[in-house]
C-alpha cells in the first residue's frame, strides 16, 4: 500500500486540519474572520493561507522536496506571521502539526517498509520545513527592525532640522554632512 496514494486522497481534508492547525494560532475572533471570509481582498491573511498550505502539503509528502515551490508556499505565511505580535515560536510552530495528522492517518496501516521508508523521509521534509521557515521569518524580522531603525533615524532628522539643530543637505557623504552639520549649529 502506497502511502503517498493514500494521503494524496485524503488531501483535501488534511489540509483542511492543518489550515485549522495554523489558525487556532491566532486570538478566536481573527481565526473565525479567517475562516468564514471568503472574499481575499477582505481576507488576505486567511487567502495566502488558504492558498500556500496546499502546496506545501504536496511538496513534504514527495520524496524530493522541490525548494523553490517550499519557497514560494512558506514565505507568504511566514512573511505574515513575521510581522505580526506573536513569538518566533509560534509563528512556526504551525508546520509540525502536519507531523501529527500524517502520522495519525496513516497509524492503521500495517507497518512495512514502504511506510517507514515514507515516514522517515516525511520527517526529515518536515524539518526541512521548519529551517527554512525560520530563515525566512528571520530575515523577515530582520527587515522589520532594519525599517524601524531607519523610521526612527528620519524622525530624528526631521526633529533636529525642525529645531535648527541640523542642516538637512541631500545626496552628501557622511563625513562631509557631519562637518556642515557642525558649521550649522555653530560648533566648528
Same mark, same amino acid.
Given at each position: 500500500m502506497d502511502p503517498v496514494t493514500i494521503l494524496?486522497? $485524503?488531501q483535501p481534508k488534511l489540509v483542511e486540519k492543518w489550515i485549522?492547525? +495554523?489558525?487556532s494560532t491566532y486570538p478566536a475572533e481573527s481565526a473565525n474572520f479567517f475562516i468564514d471570509t471568503k472574499d481575499p481582498f477582505a481576507n488576505p491573511v486567511g487567502a495566502t493561507i488558504k492558498r500556500s498550505i496546499p502546496l +506545501?502539503? *504536496?511538496e513534504v509528502i514527495k520524496e524530493k522536496m522541490d525548494p523553490v $515551490?517550499? *519557497?514560494e508556499a512558506l514565505d507568504p505565511v511566514i512573511r505574515l506571521r513575521a510581522v505580526q505580535e506573536m513569538s518566533p515560536s509560534k509563528a512556526v510552530s504551525f508546520i509540525f502539526a502536519i507531523k501529527h495528522l500524517?502520522?495519525?492517518e496513516l497509524e492503521g496501516l500495517p507497518r512495512d517498509k514502504k511506510?517507514? /521508508?515514507f515516514l522517515s523521509v516525511f520527517l526529515s521534509n518536515v524539518d526541512a520545513l521548519m529551517l527554512a521557515a525560520i530563515d525566512i521569518y528571520v530575515q523577515c524580522r530582520d527587515k522589520v527592525? /532594519? +525599517?524601524r531603525i531607519n523610521q526612527a533615524k528620519e524622525s530624528? $532628522?526631521? +526633529?533636529?532640522i525642525k529645531k535648527e539643530l541640523m542642516c538637512d543637505i541631500p545626496d552628501i557623504n557622511t563625513e562631509l554632512q557631519t562637518v556642515i552639520n557642525k558649521h550649522c549649529t555653530g560648533v566648528l
Open positions: 494524496k486522497e $485524503k485549522a492547525a +495554523l489558525i +506545501l502539503f *504536496n $515551490k517550499v *519557497n500524517i502520522r495519525k511506510i517507514e /521508508s527592525y /532594519s +525599517l530624528v $532628522k526631521k +526633529l533636529l
